[in-house]
C-alpha cells in the first residue's frame, strides 16, 4: 500500500520570474478536462493507495475554485480509500485565500496550508513579482486561522536580488511574531529555466555566496531560538508539526504522484508525468500511460538518495553507512557530529549540505 | 624505378621559413594529390599540428615526376619539423637521404636552426639544394638572404632559387635541380638486404609498421627477416610506399636499394623496434649492421600520473605506442608519495613534453598531471661519490651534499644589432654569460653564450622573441655541469609536501619563485570543505604562504519529491568531475593547477 499521496495543480494566478515549478496561468477552458483526468489517474492506482498523508502542491491548488476544489478532492475521496489520512495539506498562494475558501477546504478535510508568503518587505515582493502585497499575506493568514487551520506553515525566500541581512531578519521577526505553526525558509535558487536565470547570466543578478551563507546563520539562529526545530535545510516546525508528507520524500518511502510533471516512487521504479498539462490531459483521456520518464532504482541508487537526504534532516543517517575515513575526516573538521551511531550535519555542514553528501556518497 | 632514377631528399630550414607549405606545392605539381582536393599544410596530419602551425613528425612521401629529360623519376621526399626540440627527427630523415632542400624565408634570412641543420645535413655528406622563400612576401630581402647564404653558410649564392611557396613560384626548378643535382643513392639491389629502420608506427590491426630505407638488397611479402640488434626474426606481411592522404600505405611487390617505404612484419610489440637497426634477410643475413644513429639524450625530465591510481596500466601502453613514433620519447616507472604510480618521462625539450602530454590527453583520452620539469643534476657528495639527480626528490639530505651541478648549454644566438643590449640583459638575468660576439654581416651578430638549461628551458626563447620582434633566434647544445648555489623549492599543501611542485632553483631566485607558485596555486585551487593552506619552503624554511578558504555554502535550498532524481544526478555528475582532480591528503587539486604551475615564472 501506498502512504503518500501528492497531487500536482498546475495553474497560477501569475507566474513568478523565478520559479520553476511547472506551471501555466489558469486556463478556465482547460480546467474540468484537468480535474477529470487527475480524477481517472487516480482510479489507475486506487487499488494500491492508502493515505496516510496527501499534499497538493503546485503551482497554486488554490488558483482553483471553491467547487472545482470540491469537484476533485470530493472525486478522489470516492474513489480512493481516505481513512488513514491524517495530514492533508495545501499549498495557497496569499492572492488566492478566502474565508469561504478556507472553510470548504477545512470541510473536505484538508488539516495543513502551507502559503507563500516570501517577504513581508513590499520593495522585495515587488522584485520577486508577487501577486500580494505584505498586507494581504497578513490578512490571508488571519483567514486561515479564522478558518480552524490550526497547522499552518508560511514559505520564506532569502538571498532576494537586493535583500539585506536587516530586511531578513525583519522578515523573521515579523513571521516568528504571527506565531505559525512552521516554517519554510528558502534560499533563492537560480533555476535554468526562469527569467532570474537570464538576469543571472546577464549580470544583473549577482549571487552573493557569503551573504547567502550569514543569512542562513542568521535564520537557523532566530528560529531556533523562537522554539523552532530545524529538522531539515530549509524547514523549522514547533513541536508535532513536522510535514510528514515532505519527510517520507526524505526518509526514503515510497510516494505516488498525480497530475502533469509529478514524480512517483514505488520500490525500484520512478517515473515522471509529462510535464504539459494539454498533453497530460490527452494522454491520460487516451488510456495512454502519463509518464514520460521512467527510471529503474537498484539498491545502490537508493542508498545514495538516501544519505544524500536523510542527511539534510535532523534524522541524520547511520554512520555504518558512510565510508569511515571519509566520515573521520567530516567529524574532524567539524562539518559532521556523531553520536551514537548516527551521524548528523552541524550547523557549518547544513551550510555545505551538498558538498558534504557529495563527499560521503 | 630503377636506382638511378630515385631520389630521397628531404626539406629542412627554421621553424616556419616554409617547408610545408612548399611540400604542399611539390606534391600538387607532381600530382601526387589534386589541387582541388589539398588542404594547406597538407603533411601536418595530426591536429595539434594543424592547431599550432608547426610541424612535430618527420613525413616522408612518395612522388613521381617526370622531367624535363623525359625521364620519370621516384622522388621522396620528407618534410621535416624545425622546433629544435625535434632536430631528432631532422637527423634521422637526413640518414634516409642523398639530399636536402634548404628553405631561407627571404624576409627573415638565415636564422639559428638553419645554421644547425645545415651542420646536421653536411655532417651526413648530403647535397644541399638552397631555396630562398616566400620571395612573394613585401618586406622580403633576397639580396641579404643570397649574402647571408655565402656568408654564414658558405655555399654558394648561384646555387640558391628564388620561390614563394604561397604563390607556386619556382616550384618547377626546385623539382629539376632535385633530379639534376642530388646523387641517385649509391646501394646494390644485388647485396643482401640491409634496410635502415628510421621511424615507426602502430596500427591496432597490424601492429608495428617499420619505416625504412633500403640500402642494399630487396625485400618483400614473404621474406624471412631479422632486426640484428634484437636478432628477432619475422616474415614480412607487406611493403610499400608512403601517400599522402588515405589510404598513407600502398602496397608495392617489393622495395630495393635505394627506396623509402614501410614494412609490415606482424610485429606485435612496439618494444620490439628500436629507431635505428637494420632489417636484413634472415637466410641470407648481411654482415653487418648499418650505423644506425646516436642514442638521443633527453634532457627535460618530469613525472606523468595517471590522476586515477587505476589507469596505470592504460598510461603505460599508451607511453610505448607514442614512443614508437617519437624515438626520442624515453620513461620508467616511478612512484610518488602524493601522486602513487607514475612514471619518469624524459623530452628533448619543453615543447616536446608538451605535445607528449597533449597527445596522451587527446589521443588516449587519459587524465594525467605532470611534475614540475628538472634537468639532471650532479650531486657531489661529502664523501666524494656523484650522483645523478634527475628528480628534485632523489635530492640526498643537504647535510651529505658537498655541491650540487647543474647542466650548462652553449647557446647561440643570433639577433639583429639594435638588440644587443636588452639581450644581454636578458642574459644576466638568466644567469647566462656572453662568450663571443660575431658579426653575421652589417646586421646581424651570433652571441655565442652559456646558460644554465634550467634557465632557458620555460620561458627563455618567448622572452628572447619578443624583446627581438620575432628577429632573434637560438639554438643550443650541451655544454657540460657546473657547481652553483642551486637549493630545492618545496610547495606544500595543507602542510603536505606536494613532490610535483618540487623543483630545483638557484637560491637567490628561490623566494620569489615560490611567493609566485603560491600565488597560482592560490588561483587554481578550488574552494573545497575545509580550508586549504598552500606554503613555500627552502630546506624547512617557509618564504611564503596562501591560504584558500573554505567554501561559505553549497546546499540546494529545495528539495520536493521531484528533485530527487535530480539533485542525486548533480551530486553524481560533481562526484564525477573530482575524479579528474587529484586527492592529495584531503585537497582536490585540479589538472589546470599543474599546467598552470609549468608556466608560472
Ligand atoms: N607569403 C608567404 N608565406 C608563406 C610562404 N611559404 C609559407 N608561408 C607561410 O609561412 C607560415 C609557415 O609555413 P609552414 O609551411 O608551416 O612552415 P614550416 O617550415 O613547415 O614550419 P615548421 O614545420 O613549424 O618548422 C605559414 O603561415 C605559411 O602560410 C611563401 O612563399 N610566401
Ligand atoms: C509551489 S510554491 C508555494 C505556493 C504558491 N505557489 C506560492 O508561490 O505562494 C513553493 C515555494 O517554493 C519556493 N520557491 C519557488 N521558487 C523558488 C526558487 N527559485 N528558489 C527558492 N525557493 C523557491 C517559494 O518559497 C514558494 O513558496
Ligand atoms: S512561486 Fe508559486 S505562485 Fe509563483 S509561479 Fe511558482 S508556484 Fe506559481
Ligand atoms: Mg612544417
Known amino acids: 500500500m501506498i502512504s503518500h499521496l501528492y497531487a500536482h495543480i498546475p495553474f497560477c494566478p501569475k507566474v513568478c520570474p523565478y520559479c520553476s515549478f511547472y506551471k501555466e496561468a489558469s486556463d478556465r477552458n482547460k480546467t474540468q478536462a484537468f480535474l477529470d483526468a487527475m480524477l481517472k489517474e487516480s482510479e489507475l492506482h486506487a487499488g494500491r493507495l492508502r493515505p496516510v498523508t496527501i499534499f497538493f502542491g503546485g503551482g497554486t491548488p488554490t488558483a482553483l475554485s471553491t467547487p472545482q476544489l470540491q469537484y476533485l478532492i470530493g472525486g478522489l475521496r470516492q474513489r480512493i480509500d481516505f481513512s488513514a489520512v491524517e495530514e492533508f495539506t495545501i499549498e495557497m498562494n496569499p492572492a488566492t485565500v478566502s474565508l469561504e475558501k478556507a472553510a470548504a477546504l477545512r470541510a473536505l478535510g484538508v488539516n495543513r496550508v502551507s502559503m507563500g508568503v516570501q517577504s513581508w518587505d513590499p520593495g522585495l515582493l515587488e522584485t520577486l513579482g508577487r501577486v500580494h502585497s505584505a498586507a494581504q499575506a497578513r490578512r490571508s493568514y488571519e483567514i486561515l486561522r479564522e478558518a480552524g487551520f490550526d497547522n499552518v506553515n508560511l514559505d520564506l525566500m532569502f538571498g532576494i536580488p537586493g535583500q539585506t541581512l536587516a530586511q531578513w531578519r525583519e522578515s523573521l521577526i515579523q513571521t516568528i511574531a504571527l506565531q505559525p505553526d512552521h516554517i519554510s525558509a528558502y534560499c533563492l535558487t537560480y533555476e535554468e529555466d526562469t527569467e532570474y536565470f537570464v538576469r543571472m547570466t546577464r549580470g544583473e543578478y549577482r549571487p552573493d555566496e557569503t551573504l547567502d551563507a550569514g543569512l542562513f546563520e542568521v535564520t537557523m539562529e532566530l528560529l531556533g531560538a523562537a522554539g523552532f526545530e530545524q529538522y531539515e535545510i530549509s524547514n523549522y516546525a514547533r513541536s508535532g508539526r513536522e510535514c510528514r508528507h515532505n519527510l517520507a520524500y526524505w526518509l526514503g518511502s515510497d510516494y505516488l504522484g498525480l497530475g502533469p510533471s509529478a514524480f512517483s516512487t514505488l520500490q525500484n521504479e520512478r517515473w515522471k508525468n509529462v510535464s504539459d498539462t494539454s498533453e497530460f490531459i490527452r494522454r491520460i483521456a487516451s488510456g495512454e500511460g502519463a509518464a514520460d520518464f521512467r527510471e529503474a532504482l537498484d539498491a545502490d541508487t537508493r542508498k545514495v538518495e538516501q544519505i544524500a537526504f536523510a542527511l539534510r534532516t535532523n534524522r541524520g543517517v547511520p554512520t555504518s553507512l558512510l565510508p569511515t575515513d571519509k566520515a573521520a575526516q567530516l567529524v574532524a573538521g567539524g562539518l559532521l557530529r556523531e553520536e551514537s551511531g548516527r551521524s548528523y550535519l552541524t550547523q557549518r555542514g547544513k551550510m555545505l549540505a551538498d558538498a558534504v553528501a557529495e563527499d560521503v556518497i | ?601
Open chain 2, 1 to 601: 624505378m630503377s636506382i638511378a632514377r630515385t631520389r630521397n631528399f628531404c626539406i629542412i630550414a627554421h621553424i616556419d621559413h616554409g617547408k610545408t607549405t612548399l611540400s604542399d606545392r611539390l606534391l600538387e605539381f607532381t600530382g601526387t594529390i589534386q589541387k582541388r582536393e589539398a588542404q594547406e599544410q597538407l603533411l601536418d596530419a595530426m591536429d595539434l599540428e594543424r592547431e599550432r602551425g608547426i610541424t612535430i613528425k618527420a613525413h616522408p612521401i612518395a612522388m613521381k615526376y617526370k622531367a624535363a629529360d623525359g625521364e620519370t623519376y621516384r622522388l621522396n621526399l620528407s618534410d621535416t619539423p624545425g622546433h629544435v626540440d625535434f632536430s631528432y627527427e631532422v637527423s634521422r630523415s637526413l640518414a634516409a637521404c642523398e639530399g636536402a632542400l634548404l628553405i631561407i624565408d627571404a624576409a627573415q634570412g638565415v636564422e639559428a636552426q638553419t645554421v644547425a641543420n645545415v651542420h646536421l645535413a653536411e655532417k651526413q655528406g648530403l647535397k644541399l639544394i638552397p631555396v630562398i622563400n616566400k620571395i612573394d612576401l613585401p618586406n622580403a630581402d633576397i639580396d641579404t638572404a643570397l649574402k647571408q647564404l655565402e656568408d654564414i653558410l658558405a655555399i654558394p649564392a648561384e646555387e640558391a632559387i628564388l620561390a614563394s611557396a604561397k604563390a607556386g613560384i619556382g616550384i618547377e626548378e626546385i623539382l629539376e635541380a632535385v633530379v639534376a643535382r642530388i646523387p641517385f643513392p649509391s646501394g646494390k639491389a644485388e647485396s643482401r638486404l640491409r634496410a635502415l629502420t628510421f621511424d615507426s608506427s602502430f596500427d591496432t590491426y597490424r601492429g608495428v609498421v617499420i619505416y625504412t630505407r633500403v640500402v642494399d638488397g630487396t625485400i618483400k611479402a614473404g621474406d624471412p627477416v631479422k632486426l640484428m640488434f634484437t636478432n628477432r626474426a619475422y616474415e614480412v606481411k607487406e611493403v610499400g610506399i608512403f601517400r599522402p592522404q588515405l589510404p598513407k600505405f600502398l602496397v608495392q611487390d617489393q622495395l630495393q636499394a635505394g627506396d623509402i617505404g614501410y614494412v609490415i612484419a606482424n610485429i606485435k610489440s612496439s618494444v620490439e623496434v628500436k629507431v635505428g637497426d637494420t632489417l636484413t634477410n634472415s637466410r641470407l643475413p648481411a654482415e653487418s649492421p648499418l650505423p644506425g644513429f646516436q642514442e638521443v639524450q633527453p634532457m627535460v625530465f618530469s613525472g606523468i600520473y595517471p590522476i586515477n591510481t587505476a589507469d596505470f596500466e592504460g598510461l603505460k601502453a599508451a607511453m610505448g605506442k607514442l614512443q614508437l613514433n617519437d624515438a626520442a620519447f624515453h620513461f620508467m616507472p616511478e612512484s610518488s608519495v602524493a601522486l602513487g604510480f607514475g612514471f619518469r618521462c624524459g623530452f628533448l625539450g619543453l615543447l616536446h613534453m608538451e605535445i607528449i602530454l597533449e597527445r596522451l590527453r587527446r589521443e588516449f583520452d587519459m587524465d594525467i598531471i605532470a611534475t614540475y620539469p628538472s634537468v639532471i643534476y650532479e650531486i657531489l657528495k661529502t664523501n666524494g661519490a656523484l650522483l645523478k639527480v634527475d628528480n628534485p626528490e632523489q635530492l640526498p639530505d643537504m647535510s651529505v651534499v658537498e655541491e650540487i651541478r647543474e647542466p650548462i648549454v652553449k647557446c647561440f644566438i643570433m639577433i639583429p644589432n639594435e638588440y644587443i643590449s636588452p639581450m644581454m640583459q636578458l642574459i644576466m638575468e638568466k644567469r647566462g654569460e656572453v662568450k663571443h660576439t660575431e658579426s653575421l654581416d652589417t646586421k646581424r651578430v651570433m652571441l655565442t653564450t652559456e646558460l644554465p638549461l634550467n634557465e632557458i628551458l620555460v620561458d627563455f626563447v618567448d622572452k628572447m622573441k619578443s624583446l627581438t620582434r620575432g628577429y632573434g633566434s637560438m639554438d643550443y647544445e650541451q655544454a657540460g655541469y657546473r657547481a652553483g648555489p642551486l637549493v630545492k623549492l618545496d610547495m606544500l599543501v595543507n602542510g603536505e609536501r606536494v613532490d610535483a611542485f618540487s623543483s630545483i632553483v638557484h637560491r637567490d631566485k628561490a623566494e620569489a619563485r615560490g611567493r609566485a607558485l603560491a600565488t597560482k596555486l592560490k588561483e587554481v585551487i578550488p574552494t573545497q570543505l575545509y580550508q586549504v593552506a598552500i606554503q613555500a619552503a627552502i630546506g624547512g624554511k617557509i618564504v611564503a604562504r596562501e591560504s584558500v578558504s573554505a567554501l561559505r555554502k553549497n546546499v540546494i535550498a529545495k528539495c520536493y519529491g521531484g528533485d530527487i532524481t535530480r539533485k542525486r544526478k548533480l551530486l553524481e555528475k560533481q562526484k564525477e568531475g573530482k575524479k579528474r582532480m587529484k586527492a592529495i591528503g584531503q585537497v582536490n587539486i585540479p589538472q589546470e593547477a599543474f599546467i598552470e604551475v609549468l608556466k608560472t615564472n
